[in-house]
């Protein structure tokens, strides 16, 4: 059995992007995956009804606003857990770049 192993650098990665929003897979683990994100302006209300989402800051500061409770602010190498179902939007006032860890077959439910 051969196992093709790839390496990839986020800086780089990151650099390359020219849009203000952008979210993709870079990689896949079990039956989760790892996304990066590069955001500047508002990502519309949402949740994950059956996965939680792992946010980890890689550059600039990105806003998780919240319905029911009050905004957090994440800097560079700040992490949070959103559990499955809570309703929650992502905003920046720069660009960012964030890491984001979830299930592989995620639903989204935009509010």
Not at 76 to 88: E, F, R, S, Y
Request: glycine letters at 2%; charged letters at 25%; one cysteine or more.
């Amino acid at each position: 059995m051969s196992t093709r192993l790839e390496k990839s650098n986020l800086l780089t990665l990151s650099n390359q992007i020219e849009e203000t929003y952008k979210n993709f897979v870079v990689s896949d683990v079990n039956e989760s995956c790892l996304r990066l994100a590069v955001i500047q302006g508002e990502y519309p209300w949402h949740c994950h009804p059956t996965s939680d989402e792992l946010f980890i800051v890689l550059e600039g500061e990105l806003f998780i606003d919240f319905q029911d409770q009050p905004t957090i602010a994440l800097k560079a190498n700040d992490q949070l857990t959103i559990p499955a179902g809570v309703i929650h939007r992502t905003r920046t006032e720069v660009r960012t770049v964030n890491l984001c860890f979830e299930h592989t077959d995620a639903d989204t439910t935009f509010i």
